[in-house]
T-cell receptor, first 113, second 111 residues
Framework: DAGVIQSPRHEVTEMGQEVTLRCKPI?????LFWYRQTMMRGLELLIY????????DSGMPEDRFSAKMPNASFSTLKIQPSEPRDSAVYFC???????????FGSGTRLTVV | GQQVMQIPQYQHVQEGEDFTTYCNSS?????IQWYKQRPGGHPVFLIQ???SGEVKKQKRLTFQFGEAKKNSSLHITATQTTDVGTYFC???????????WGLGTSLAVNP
């Protein structure tokens, strides 16, 4: 398996623009997580899905953030409009049902200028 | 709310020295997972501990779960430069698969 695949690896955008981050989880993993990592706040869980259904989005900062999982092999995290404070590394991770750790993607480094 | 505290926040060691990071909780932990994140990389799952007093080894890494299940430790024997990174502990507190993360211990190894 190729692991969790995220794209793009790097994204530089101007404030106010829409940003879409993409994730392909490992086949057979029922859980998908979106995390944000910064030096100041560490790893923050934004939202997670179970069997493509959003379970907990309490970590989503505000209405500018939205996430979808239209099928078991694809998820997106969208920021619209983007702001400089959104600059961070965004990780997608997937996991099997029980007893296993998370597998993280390589992340998307987002810079909003 | 649930909290998992990790100490120390940073550690510098000379190559060949041992290193230990600790994970503590005021409440009983269901289980503990450990992850390693290399600089510029992503967290990589190392191991999960479930049973009280459990000890697991991976080459030079020894993982322990306290008897009361309120603490855990990761010990690295004879550190190498390849051990550089941040080590995170995390608890999976329920069936929802949501992890509660520590803030991590960053390890620097001087060659």
């Amino acid at each position: 398996d190729a692991g969790v695949i995220q794209s793009p690896r790097h994204e530089v955008t101007e404030m106010g623009q829409e940003v879409t981050l993409r994730c392909k989880p490992i086949s057979g993993h029922d859980y998908l997580f979106w995390y944000r990592q910064t030096m100041m706040r560490g790893l923050e869980l934004l939202i997670y899905f179970n069997n493509n259904v959003p379970i907990d989005d309490s970590g989503m900062p505000e209405d500018r953030f939205s996430a979808k999982m239209p099928n078991a092999s694809f998820s997106t995290l969208k920021i619209q409009p983007s702001e400089p404070r959104d600059s961070a590394v965004y990780f997608c991770a997937s996991s099997q049902k029980t007893g296993y750790g998370y597998t993280f993607g390589s992340g998307t480094r987002l810079t909003v200028v | 709310g649930q909290q998992v505290m990790q100490i120390p926040q940073y550690q510098h060691v000379q190559e060949g020295e041992d290193f230990t990071t600790y994970c503590n909780s005021s409440t009983t932990l269901s289980n503990i997972q450990w992850y390693k994140q290399r600089p510029g990389g992503h967290p990589v799952f190392l191991i999960q501990l479930v049973k009280s007093g459990e000890v697991k080894k991976q080459k030079r890494l020894t993982f322990q779960f306290g008897e009361a299940k309120k603490n855990s430790s990761l010990h690295i024997t004879a550190t190498q430069t390849t051990d550089v990174g941040t080590y995170f502990c995390a608890e999976n507190a329920g069936n929802n698969r949501k992890l509660i993360w520590g803030l991590g211990t960053s390890l620097a190894v001087n060659p």
